[in-house]
């Protein structure tokens, strides 16, 4: 259906999230084992994946002022 082919658009590798928005990988990485880092989910053990719509979010609820 069209609202899931959309759902899946926003769905981004760690890679993309890091060209996207500027960040190095390791600095993803951290983020995530610190639990202070951009929302994100497993797919399996080790494919991570994040939600372009919630990261956006995320930042617009954490940005400093």
Do not use: M, W
């Amino acid at each position: 259906s069209c609202v899931r082919r959309r759902a899946l658009l926003n769905i981004v590798t760690e890679q993309e999230v890091a060209k996207i928005f500027k960040l190095s990988v390791p600095k993803l990485k951290r983020d995530r084992a610190n639990k202070t880092g951009l929302p994100f989910f497993r797919i399996g053990k080790r494919s991570i994946r994040y939600n372009l719509e919630q990261v956006l979010k995320h930042l617009e609820e954490n940005r400093k002022p």
